[in-house]
């Protein structure tokens, strides 16, 4: 039988109103001070770690139209070929990077990605042709690659059910609000070192995005902390605060890494419904998250040559972060929901979402394009609502794939691979620029996918529930002279088992006498 966890550990709280609010008022004390303590350094670097991804990723769009074009010469599609090159990187390096993190520490392997991207942004400050960018930002992309997808799966190796969806939604948050800082503070690096040393402008911005991310590079190698499983007792956290994960997760069900990566173990991920529906959500999602880019094409469209300006530049720039404020927002209000008064429930609020997404799309796709403000642009400012549902499939998915810290690796690097791979060329045919902003068949084929994750998520609640209750029909009856506790079978690992064989094969593993809700 598998070690039951400590007292701390298993007790479980009372649901009180200042506990949906942030689930550590409900804890004991001993678990507060180390829910503060994770906070503190996992979220908080993982959050400023994502600022600082998302600006040495966008910088190379501020720099070209900041007199990088004209100094190298880019008149014709090499910036298509830039962006190009770092998507290719991005998408080779996820799945390698994931599982590379389920054998070396996270406070090792992650730093080393971000100073690795910062070093290779310093040098794009230097490119002086066309052949050195596609190079560097190849490179850039590579490091990049594995960021996202690691630190979900960190949080999801820490945070139990009522905990991890608040944290993917703070997250997921610093994703939705960096392209409104990253504006600001490029145009502010512009404007203040332009020709400052004999350097134009777009080379100061590679140059000050690395000393930003630099000092949040190194720091994380510091505070960021391993996996429970990995983790050794330091400055910060001690031989009880890991134990004390561990039998948090012990709680949660949720297995450690350490598994030797076998033929039989990945062809075990390859055949999981787990794994193949949440990896088809991600690959789908470039076609509902593509309607909002309309807005600004939507915007500008307005303005008629020889005529008054209707909407200024500054409006055209500004208005579509509304849709980044509205992302973040409802996103951190779903993840509140559903792990305080849901009690954990992902699905009730992801299908809510995607319910009004689809109504949102059929909405963009048979009213009229031009019109009054009131009108269209509240729709183009939802329209990410099913986007926004991003944190608690990626919880979802943690906690349903709980038997398996490599299967979640390996699922959460595909999710992310394959989106990036279908975005390449979802934009390229359903959503063409020349068409902007009358792209009503991509919102005609949003509405089809909206409607389709429906099903999908359907389908995963579905076989989530028939799953659990396999699980509680296998306890054994507890003897007569240990009646205090229902006690579940030894769980059957995958080298005894094997991986689940079908498709929708049923994957083994062990759940709390009680039995939680999915």
Known sequence: MGRRPSSIASSTPSHSWRGWLWDSADSSKEERKFLFKLDATLLTFGTLGMLIKWIDTSNITNAFVSGMKEDLGLYGNEYNYIVVSW?????????????????????????????????????????????????????????????WPALYYLLGAWYNKRELGKRNGILQ???????????????????????????????????????????????????????????????????????????????ADREPEGKPYTLKLVLGFLTSWKTLLFVLIFMIQPFISQPFTAFVFWLKAHNKKGKPLVYTIAQINEYPTLGNAFTAVYSLTCV??????????RWPVILFSNTMGLIVFILLAVTPVMGPFSHRAPLYIVSSICGSMVPLTMAWMAELISHSAEQRAFTAASMNTLQYTFNAWIPLVWYQQRHQPYVTRGNRGAAVVAGFNIII???????AHKEKLAKKRSYIVPAASDTSETQAPSEVSDEKTGAAVGVFAVEPKIVEASGRAI
Do not use: C
Request: aromatic share 16%; hydrophobic share 55%.
């Open 87 to 147: 998507t290719v990187g991005y998408i080779i390096g996820q799945i390698p990077s994931n599982i590379i993190l389920t054998r070396v520490p996270a406070h090792i392997w992650i730093p080393f990605q971000e100073i690795g991207w910062t070093v290779f942004t310093f040098a794009l400050a230097g490119a002086k042709s066309y052949r050195a960018l596609l190079g560097l930002r190849f490179v850039v992309g590579l490091f990049e690659a594995g960021y």
């Open 173 to 251: 948050a610093a994703v939705s609000i960096a392209p409104i800082f990253s504006g600001f503070l490029q145009a502010g690096i512009f404007n203040g070192l332009n020709g400052h040393l004999g350097l134009a402008g777009w080379r100061w911005l590679f140059i000050m995005n690395g000393v930003i991310s630099l000092p949040i590079a190194v720091a994380a190698y510091f505070f960021l902390p391993d996996t429970p499983g990995t983790a050794k007792p330091n400055w910060l956290f001690t031989e009880q605060d890991i134990q004390l994960a561990k039998d948090r997760m012990v709680k």
């Open 336 to 345: 509140w929901i559903s792990d305080g008064p849901l009690k954990g429930r």
């Open 457 to 463: 998520f359907s389908a995963i609640a579905f076989m």
